[in-house]
């Protein structure tokens, strides 16, 4: 995909790095629309970037989700790709969790992208791209996560069954699937303290690997884990 002009709906716009992505690929010359909870920070981002378009929306409102999809494509005057960056987080043992909290996960983390994704896709043009940012532990469930590896799986292993429904519209889904990354998440969990963590990966790193992932078309960006770095495949 060719990101100058492209259309590009970014979902999560208001936390970190859906922020950084907005700003990526707005300075590679795309368009974007902006969707996020925190008005003031959202209108705040859309006046740095120009004044896109920006939607205030809950993600775990489906309605509101169709209608913020819809808002962005009349203001980009169609959609060549949406990113999706919603996520929360929670910590404990999973013979302890919280209900409610693992509901919320899901409905964040797994249910609210593929309302979203869903929504966007009869605009979305041939060729466009599904961005989804799942996690690591979607390949390496971790101690005291178990609820938040489980939805980050969900949602990977519908990016994939969705990659290959997609190929007769040559539309891309990429699955991010990243290390822990310092984005001020943990320390807004739902429940819980976090385990040890390693440090945070390089954010700028996983910003650019997204754009060129984008680019190229990939499928996935995971871990390598000998090298220590992002890779696309």
């Known amino acids: 995909m060719e990101l100058a002009g492209a259309r590009v709906l970014v979902a999560g716009a208001t936390g970190v790095l859906g922020g950084e992505l907005a700003r990526a690929l707005d300075g590679a010359g795309a368009r974007v629309a902006l969707t996020g909870r925190d008005d003031g920070a959202l209108r705040a981002l859309a006046g740095e970037l120009g004044g896109v378009p920006a939607i205030v929306v809950d993600a775990v409102d489906v309605e509101a989700v169709r209608a913020a999809v819809g808002a962005a494509v009349a203001g980009l005057g169609g959609l060549d790709a949406v990113v999706v960056a919603w996520g929360v987080v929670a910590f404990g043992p999973a013979a302890e969790a919280d209900d409610a909290v693992t509901e919320e996960l899901f409905a964040v983390n797994t249910l609210a992208p593929m309302?979203?994704?869903?929504?966007?896709?009869?605009?979305?043009?041939?060729?466009?791209?599904?961005?989804?940012l799942s996690a690591i532990v979607a390949d390496a469930p971790t101690l005291q996560m178990a609820e938040y590896s489980a939805s980050k799986a969900a949602l990977s292993v519908w990016a994939g069954v969705l990659r290959r429904e997609l190929r007769t519209r040559s539309i891309t889904v990429l699955d991010v699937r990243p290390p822990h990354i310092d984005t001020g998440l943990v320390d807004r969990a739902l429940a819980g303290d976090p385990p040890r963590l390693p440090p945070g990966h390089d954010r700028a790193e996983l910003v650019a690997a997204v754009l060129d992932g984008l680019r190229q078309g990939g499928r996935e960006i995971v871990l390598d884990p000998g090298e220590k770095r992002l890779v696309r495949r």
């Open 115 to 132: 309302s979203l994704v869903r929504a966007a896709l009869p605009h979305l043009s041939e060729g466009g791209a599904v961005v989804l």
